[in-house]
């Protein structure tokens, strides 16, 4: 090792080899700073590759998990929940022995047997889509009696209405009873319109988010009546949107749940439009936040959107864990969607959870950008990329529904 060539030669390869790992254990170190500072802003993630326990929506075996008794009475609803042919729906009952809920219209009748779960719970799978058009009231039908069935969950709880096939099945509560109806789309595009009134949502100095989004959400009306298409937002100007003064005692995002949900059924596709915000000044990019029962087939347009957006958006622009996820309303954990697993936990946002569980409606929501990196607002603002990532879904949905996409002038 005299060889004063060969003692260079090592110390350049030491230099090299010392690089390499330095660059590896900084970047071991911003992945565990990204999760640490993730779990600090109660914005957990969590890579699942394995599909969780996905249970079968039209089986009864797991209802007793999800039974709610705290307003429970005799023949009162516990559980309700739409199922791929109807609805799932377990009764309260203190003495039973041959229970059936029996569904009375006014020209004929149907009886379902129930099944007993545990003592006092009873529950049976109800199919609606062979239902002809009438309203058919619900009875709870035991040894030659029969008695009107009650439903004391939480309104939050309830489920509304709901497209069954060819049929719109709505449901009420004085007495409890289904109305079906022949079904027809009223929209082929509802976009909620994220925040506005007093709720600005993300602001920097140049701009709130709630004036952003309804600035996009108009573009992209625009946009696809160009198409002939119909369109309804959930608000046209900066005020509250529609329905948000029904239920005074929910919140503001439970109360735009429920109105996406209730005009989402007779639309073909709704999604939400939004914008982020986030402590870390480093996040950036966009985000899909999608249903977290959803497979990869029922997501196919929304990973073509999610793909021409990695093409659209700066590399240097997007930093964060997961693109498209789902999250938990228990542990507020996020679970990566990207390969398409499927989770059988509750969704976190409201506007996901309500729509799907009262009105059997699928909501996919799109923050755009982090208005609080200086970097990603510059490009997605000032430099319009926003109507690159608006073009993307457009383009998407537009050929979803059969058209062809006519670009921008």
């Known amino acids: 090792m005299d060889n004063p060539i060969k003692k260079k030669i090592v110390i350049l390869l030491i230099i090299i080899f010392s690089g390499i790992f330095l660059y590896n254990v900084y970047k071991i170190a911003s992945e565990i700073y990204k999760t640490k500072k993730a779990i600090d ?30 307003n429970a009475v005799n023949y009162s609803i516990v ?34 047997t129930l099944t007993k779960l545990e003592d006092k719970i009873y529950a049976a799978n ?63 595009i509802l976009i909620d319109v994220g925040h506005g009134g007093v709720d600005v949502g993300a602001s920097n100095d140049a701009i709130t988010e709630a004036d952003f989004n309804l600035i996009q959400s108009l573009y992209e009306k625009e946009r696809y009546e ?23 005692s929910w919140n503001r995002a439970k109360l735009r749940g429920y109105a996406v949900g209730y005009y989402g059924v007779t639309a073909k596709i709704v999604y939400s439009n939004h914008n982020n915000s986030s402590e870390n ?80 409606v699928d909501v996919t929501t799109y923050e755009g950008a982090y208005f609080n990196n200086e970097d990603n607002f510059y490009w997605y603002y000032y430099e319009e990329g926003w109507k690159k990532v608006s073009e993307a879904k457009i383009k998407a949905y537009v050929e979803a529904l059969g058209k062809t996409y006519i670009p921008v002038d």
């Open 41 to 70: 802003d109660d914005y957990e993630y969590n890579d699942v590759t394995d599909i969780l326990n996905y249970l079968d929506d039209d089986s009864l075996e797991n209802i007793i998990d999800k039974v709610d008794t705290e």
């Open 226 to 248: 160009q198409h002939g298409l119909t369109v309804l937002l959930s608000r046209e100007d900066d005020g509250d949107g529609m329905m948000m003064g029904e239920f005074d």
């Open 281 to 360: 000044p480093s996040d950036s990019g966009f985000e899909i936040i999608v249903p977290n029962s959803f497979n990869r087939s029922e997501l196919n347009t929304e990973f073509k959107i999610m793909n021409s957006l990695y093409e659209i958006y700066p590399k240097e622009l997007i930093n964060h864990i997961y693109t498209m996820y789902s999250r938990d309303i228990e542990t507020g954990i996020a679970y990566n969607k990207e390969r398409g697993s499927v989770y059988s936990y509750e969704d976190y946002y409201a506007t996901t959870r309500l729509p799907l569980l009262l009105f059997k």
């Open 79 to 112: 559980y309700n929940a739409f199922t791929s042919n109807g609805i799932n729906i377990a009764i309260y009952l203190k003495d039973a022995n041959n229970p059936e809920i029996t569904l009375k219209g006014s020209k004929y009748s149907i009886s379902y």
């Open 126 to 188: 109800i199919s609606l889509a062979a239902l002809n058009n009438d309203t058919y009231i619900f009875y709870l039908s035991d040894n030659g009696e029969e008695n009107n069935i009650l439903n004391t969950l939480d309104p939050l709880k309830q489920i509304k209405r709901a497209k069954e096939n060819t049929k719109l099945a709505t449901f009420i509560n004085t007495p409890f009873s289904v109305i079906i109806n022949n079904f027809s789309y009223e929209y082929d």
